[in-house]
């Protein structure tokens, strides 16, 4: 059922504002270069050879699947309560820290339960705001989460701009949405979700790859994986807040009603860059 166009009140105008900051600025790359203390272009420069490339993309599709029963089976169980991003993130560090000690062989373990603690932890802020977990589409929209990196100048181009990466996936959503409302979330077969599951692997392993890259690398010293996978944790619980905003936004005010605001915003920030710019050095 469609939302009317309602147009933002100063409130909801404010909510969007804090919720775009939260989903342009800055990507998972720029926050890795802060982390280790190095250039940008260095981190983005960091590849593992092709046989680690290659197990680093077989264990992202793996630890969704695995992630995805996981939240099958707990999901919609919860009581109501609050979000709990520290006590998440601090779950990650602790695996990141066991995980990081064993290389790419503690990655088999770790990588399956970072990735459940973060898609949980983004599902608390779903709930938070108001997204019934026993709905299988904020299953749906959970995973879209993993796929988000930011955009502006320290990150990697306008593609990882967020309603770029919504745009991505709504075919693959919308579809696996409706193959959901008949099955179920692990329906036998399940070719579209395995689909869904495919291209949120092929982006969110590009931002796991940089991690393992980084960590495999002397020079970063006290970039261990417990302080990446805090990175990480608090990278994508940023996106989900942002992400949610905008969704209840939009089940309030209407798709278009909040993408033409969101994109006023981008323009007006834009103007007042090109304003202040010349009093750079």
């Known amino acids: 059922m469609s939302v009317p166009t309602v147009a933002l009140d100063a409130g909801a105008l404010a909510e969007l504002a804090r919720a775009r900051e939260l989903l342009e600025n800055p990507g998972i790359a720029a ?5 280790v203390g ?8 960091k590849r593992l050879p092709a046989p680690a490339t290659k197990l680093v993309n ?10 995805l029963r996981a939240a099958v089976a707990t999901l919609g169980k919860d009581a109501p309560r609050p979000a709990r991003p520290r006590t998440h993130a601090v ?5 990141g820290a066991a995980g990081g000690a064993f290389g790419l062989a503690g990655l088999v373990v770790e990588l ?8 949980r932890s983004v599902a608390e802020i779903a709930r938070a705001e108001g997204e019934p977990l026993d709905d299988p589409a904020t299953t749906l929209a959970c995973f879209e989460v993993l796929t988000m990196g930011g955009r502006g100048s320290a990150d990697d181009g306008a593609e990882s701009g967020y309603f770029a990466a919504r745009a991505v996936l709504a075919q693959q959503v919308a579809a696996a949405a409706e193959y959901v409302a008949v099955h179920g979330l692990v329906g036998k077969g399940g070719p579209l979700i395995v689909q869904l599951l495919s291209a949120v692997a092929s982006r969110f392993s590009v931002n796991v790859s940089q991690k393992v890259a980084l ?29 949610f905003t905008v969704r209840r936004l939009e089940r309030s005010h209407g798709l278009e009603a909040v ?4 994109d006023a915003l981008g323009t007006a920030d834009t103007g007042e860059g090109d304003r202040e710019q010349p009093g750079f050095e």
């Open 31 to 35: 926050q890795l270069a802060n982390l």
């Open 38 to 45: 190095a250039p940008l272009e260095y981190v983005m420069a």
């Open 58 to 67: 077989t264990l992202v599709r793996k630890a969704l699947q695995q992630s």
């Open 91 to 95: 779950a990650a560090a602790a695996s």
């Open 112 to 119: 399956p339960l970072t990735t459940t603690l973060i898609l």
């Open 215 to 243: 960590q495999a690398v002397p020079l970063v010293g006290a970039a261990t994986g417990a302080a990446l996978n805090t990175l990480f944790m608090r990278h994508f619980q940023a996106m989900a807040r942002g992400h």
């Open 259 to 262: 993408r033409r605001a969101y």
